[in-house]
């Protein structure tokens, strides 16, 4: 593996205090994602980490002849990876928990869950994520039945990959029921904006959205220090796959304090755009103290995450017409439009930006509704108010994006982990707006890119190569899924960086390597836009910088 060269420069106290607080990379190509100047030799930035200057390397080195040298070799450089949409905690918590993504059916769940309940105390509930039924043989839902007979008195509880369902035990309902007070799971009720899946009117063990509370209420809270750990974990993950920023999506006050400790300390390796749980305090303490940015330049809150529907996966995505593979469900409102409408007024008031999870084609219009309806004449204004995910969208309200100024943040992963069952789910004339990345550029619409991670990997290679071929690692389907809706390699990248800070109104400090924004970057083996599509998957990382400092180094320990 190649390392990175650095050159020192010893003359003089005056040139070595200069050589200090200036730096100069060369490598054999700096893709900069700014249009004015696309790609350049050499890049220079100060002890800030503020960006003084990008252009070819034999001038910038003449105009700089004591800086300290980063020698890349022949390696590419690209601006640092944002990730639009992503759950910090929540990687970090799934990290510490069984991993079941991939499982090839219940049976792989229950051995994976034997072995890491090895490493569990006695009592402690089994907590873990990841399963997916639609790669199981049987395609349907599990139930608490399937896990009793391996864990009889054990509390489980796992999450699905989407986040929008969960899988309990009968230990764990049992729980659910002590803690309900003398009312129990079965019957034909349902909580709001959720649902209880029942075998006649007995609870099977999912629960669904909204219902899934009625476990996570009963769940042992995690304490400080698994908390730190958590977090922790995440970063060193997030620099490990070349992420120098994310947007991350439900941020409750209890998190953003963690995360302010994390950045006082120096600790915080990514650059985290917070956005508020729209139902918890961190709505109300951003309209009551206004938008925050921390010192240090690493974190910020000024945006609010809402929700209207569930996941496709799930069922739960909210459709205007049933589902193709479920006669008579149209999916969940999680939240009412009412009190939906009254929460988007609410931020709008406190001059707060608007991201809202929506994945049906009836979740989107709803969304655009009543932005549209809130908005009224400021729909001009560069409010940049956000679809989360905005999957399944109908064809008549694509172009409804761009005059409204609204973002579609989507996640290219998401559309080939679905795709074996998308079109069984939804029919194939609702395809026409899924994941349809292309007519939303041609619309107009800015699209910033993104993982969704943990519910998908946050590795940005991962969506760099899904965006292009639309296929799975196996190179299936050939040609790839709805092939007209690929973007390019460069659109891809752009999605990534340039567009993505856009969508944070980061887009004078990062997303972009020029003169006066912050020296984040990726050093990579290959050229991400010369490499074959199918190559894309596998880009070596070698190193990650924020603020012109590596956090990550290949072969060596994550850094803060």
Request: charged share 25%.
């Amino acid at each position: 593996m190649r390392r990175i060269t650095w050159i020192a420069t010893l003359c003089c106290l005056a040139a070595t205090a200069q050589a200090a607080d200036v730096h100069l990379l060369t490598a054999a190509r700096i893709h900069t994602s700014d249009p004015a100047q696309p790609q350049v030799e050499a890049m220079v930035w100060d002890a800030s980490g503020r960006v003084l200057a990008v252009g070819d390397a034999k001038a910038l080195l003449a105009r700089y002849p004591d800086a300290e040298r980063v020698d890349a070799g022949d390696a590419t450089v690209v601006p640092g990876l944002i990730d639009a949409h992503g759950h910090v905690m929540g990687l970090g918590y799934a990290l510490m928990q069984a991993d079941l993504t991939g499982a090839r059916d219940k049976a792989d769940v229950i051995a994976r869950l034997k072995a890491y309940e090895k490493t569990l105390p006695e009592g402690a509930w089994l907590l873990g994520g990841g399963w997916d039924q639609n790669d199981w043989p049987e395609k349907a839902f599990p139930t608490a039945a399937d896990l009793d007979a391996a864990f009889p008195d054990r509390p489980v509880w796992l999450d699905r990959v989407d986040g929008h369902a969960g899988w309990a035990n009968s230990a764990a309902m049992k729980a659910v029921e002590k803690a309900m007070s003398g009312r129990t799971l079965a019957g034909d009720w349902q909580p709001d904006g959720g649902r209880i899946l029942r075998d006649g009117d007995k609870a099977t063990g999912v629960f669904v959205d909204g219902a899934m509370g009625l476990v996570s209420e009963v769940l042992p809270a995690p304490d400080e220090a698994y908390r730190t750990q958590a977090l922790e974990r995440a970063l060193a993950a997030a620099a490990r796959d070349g992420l120098t920023g994310v947007h991350d999506m439900g941020v409750s006050s209890t998190d953003l304090a963690l995360y302010k400790r994390f950045a006082d300390a120096g600790k915080l390796s990514l650059r985290i755009d917070a956005y508020a749980n729209g139902d918890g305090q961190a709505l109300a303490d951003l309209c009551e103290h206004g938008a925050y940015r921390h010192p240090g330049g690493r974190l910020e809150m000024r945006g609010v995450k809402l929700f209207i529907d569930g996941a496709l996966g799930s069922r739960g995505a909210a459709l205007l017409t049933d589902y193709s593979d479920e006669p008579g469900n149209r999916g969940l409102l999680v939240t009412d439009p009412a009190t939906y409408e009254g929460s988007v007024r609410k931020a709008k008031g406190c001059g707060v930006q608007v991201a809202t999870h929506a994945i049906g084609d009836r979740g989107n219009r709803i969304v655009l509704d009543t932005y549209e309806r809130v908005l009224g004449d400021d729909a001009k204004s560069d409010h940049r108010w956000r679809v989360e995910h905005a999957q399944i969208v109908s064809p008549e309200d694509i172009p409804r994006f761009a005059p409204l100024g609204v973002i579609a943040s989507m996640q290219p992963t998401h559309a080939t982990s679905d795709m074996p069952w998308a079109e069984e789910r939804l029919g194939k004339e609702r395809l026409f707006g899924a994941y349809a990345w292309q007519r939303f550029l041609h619309s107009g619409a800015h699209l910033a890119l993104g993982s969704d991670f943990p519910v998908e990997s946050p590795d940005p290679r991962l969506g760099l190569y899904a965006a292009v071929t639309r296929q799975d690692r196996d190179g299936q389907p050939p040609g790839g899924w709805l092939p007209d809706q690929r973007l390019s390699a460069a659109e891809a990248l752009r999605g990534f960086t340039a567009d993505a800070a856009y969508a944070g109104f980061d887009e004078k400090q990062v997303g972009k390597l020029a003169p006066g924004l912050r020296a984040d970057f990726v050093i990579l083996a290959e050229d991400p836009l010369e490499v074959p599509a199918s190559q894309l998957d596998d880009l070596e990382i070698e190193s990650t910088w924020v603020d012109g400092k590596p956090v990550y180094e290949a072969g060596k320990p994550a850094k803060q």
